[in-house]
């Protein structure tokens, strides 16, 4: 066999054996031990171990309690059971998204990190800023009391408030730096996810899905 027949054989072959990735969405389904069970692009469950890849190329990191970390084409996401499908890897990967599915009140919630720390937010046009209790604040690591000091309206009335700078804010595949969020002294059930995230991305409602991406 000619030498430029047999290296064209040779990559074709390397092509076959190897997971090609062009970006995924990812979503933890499980975890046993160890060992996590990811859905990949909506299709069936995989369970891999930690350095084990998924046929389409999403590498497992690393497990611990409900949380995994994955790797594609060089870019690293933590995913948590019940998060919704996070988009990592492929062109698109460094714009980031995210498709929210509406409960039976219609409200869009999700699971988040606020300077990596796991919370639940809650997408609320209304609000002007990333809107947390005290007690979410503190287990973000936020000082919020050397933050600008200021008075907020609740359904409950008037309260003690702070201005802050969020170091990141993460949702689904979509990770902002710099957010400004504002911290109530009293607590509040869920993270409002407000117009200082909301402005920054594409926002489009398709029936009971609402799919934001990352402008900026």
Not at 33 to 46: H, T, Y
Not at 111 to 126: C, F, K, P
């Amino acid at each position: 066999m000619p030498f430029l027949q047999r290296a064209c054989l040779a990559v074709a072959t390397l092509l076959c054996l190897s997971p090609v990735a062009h970006g995924a969405d990812v979503q933890l389904g499980g975890v046993i031990g160890n060992r996590a069970i990811l859905i990949v692009n909506g299709g069936r469950p995989q369970t891999i171990a930690p350095g084990a890849v998924t046929k389409e190329g999403v590498r497992l990191l690393s497990v611990s309690g409900d949380e995994a970390v994955i790797e594609i084409e060089g870019r690293r996401a933590r995913v948590g059971l019940g998060d919704q499908p996070i988009s990592i890897g492929g062109s698109d990967a460094g714009r980031g998204e995210v498709r929210l599915t509406a409960d039976s009140r219609g409200h869009f919630s999700s699971a988040g990190l606020i300077n990596g720390s796991r919370e639940q937010l809650l997408v609320d046009t209304g609000a002007t800023f990333v809107s947390m209790g005290a007690d979410a604040a503190k287990r973000a690591g936020i000082d919020y009391r050397a933050g600008s000091p200021a008075i907020s309206t609740t359904a409950n009335g008037q309260v003690r408030s702070w201005i802050v700078r969020l170091d990141t804010v993460q949702v689904g595949g979509i990770v902002l730096h710099g957010v400004d969020g504002v911290v109530h002294e009293s607590p509040l059930p869920v993270v409002l996810l407000g117009m200082s995230f909301l402005n920054r991305t594409e926002m489009r409602r398709e029936g009971n899905t609402l799919l934001l991406r990352k402008t900026y």
